[in-house]
């Protein structure tokens, strides 16, 4: 009878954990790791520090240590309402997102050919080769008051709809810019559920609806919350489409904290617009990451 060895029965990772954590792996790991913290940590913590200096008008900033810059944030109404508009108008376009990306990204992985499917992603992928300034620029042409879709309504004699430098074309802006990525992160989540698991659930009797709620839906729940994330996180920090198609009089806070940077030339309240932004934005997402584990790990029980 043969013998088995110990590398064999615990498998080479368990036989060998000097080679897995050797010091030559954590060099590997280490540049990369620096390159991170100058490139992305730097640059964040700078702009933290000089959210909390003082602006004397004709200065860019007067060194200090004072949180007037987030009190005047709390205080000022209009700012609390360009958050809440952004907050709004991201929530919107993501509902949207996933509305429509879902049954898109599960015909591919279930009613179309493979030949077909590859073709059918390439379409979707092809808008994310453009800027979102390219693309938002064509939806000026098509939302405009003369644009494409006036003139199709103009011709059935109907007043055409006023769409462009509204909150409505911010949002279908937006959804055309973040609908493919919410596609992409759900057809690559439902290709790895089992098609087995559904027609063993319609082979007990259980309806269409019924296996999509009961087995698709918990299982990709993963890709749903990853999918969602993604899109909002993009349409609050969207720039080209609110200030593109939203016009002057629709505020969103990333174009807010480019006028307070690069027009009003307050940097110090530009930075905190954008701590504060950010700061929203990772309570949010973190919040729905915590909850969505939690009903996911009650699923799994």
């Known amino acids: ?122 379409l979707v992928i092809l808008p994310l080769l453009m800027g979102n300034a390219v693309r938002t620029a064509a939806w000026m042409v098509i939302l405009g008051d003369k644009g494409l879709l006036a003139t199709l309504v103009a011709a059935t004699g109907l007043a055409p709809p006023k769409l462009m430098y509204t909150p409505t074309a911010v949002v279908i802006g937006l959804v055309s810019v973040t609908l493919p990525f919410m596609i992409v992160t759900l057809q690559s989540v439902l290709e790895g559920i089992d098609r087995t698991l559904e027609d063993a659930a319609e082979s007990l009797g259980a309806g269409h609806l019924t296996v999509l709620r009961r087995v698709v839906l918990p299982l990709a729940l993963p890709g749903l919350l990853a999918g969602t994330l993604l899109c909002f996180i993009l349409s609050m920090n969207a720039y080209a489409t609110p200030v593109l198609i939203g016009g002057p009089q629709f505020h969103m806070m990333a174009p807010e904290v480019y006028q307070q940077v690069a027009k009003a030339m307050n940097w110090p309240f530009g930075a905190a617009l954008a701590f504060v932004l950010m700061a929203v934005t990772l309570v949010l997402t973190t919040a729905a990451n915590v909850l969505v584990q939690r009903r996911y790990r009650r699923w799994s029980e």
């Open 1 to 122: 009878m043969a013998t088995l060895t110990r590398s064999e029965i615990i498998g080479p990772a368990e036989a060998h954990p000097a080679r897995i954590r050797s010091p030559a792996g954590i060099g590997g790991v280490l540049p990369a790791s620096l390159l991170v913290l100058v490139a992305l940590v730097g640059p964040l913590a700078l702009m933290f520090r000089y959210s909390f200096n003082r602006f004397v008008p004709g200065e860019l900033m007067v060194e200090g240590l004072t949180l007037a810059n987030y009190v005047k944030f709390l205080q000022d109404a209009f700012y609390r309402d360009v958050l809440l508009t952004t907050l709004w108008v991201a929530g919107l376009s993501t509902l949207i997102c996933l509305v429509l990306g879902f049954p898109v990204a599960y015909a591919l992985v279930r009613q179309v050919s493979p030949r077909w499917k590859s073709r059918l992603l390439i």
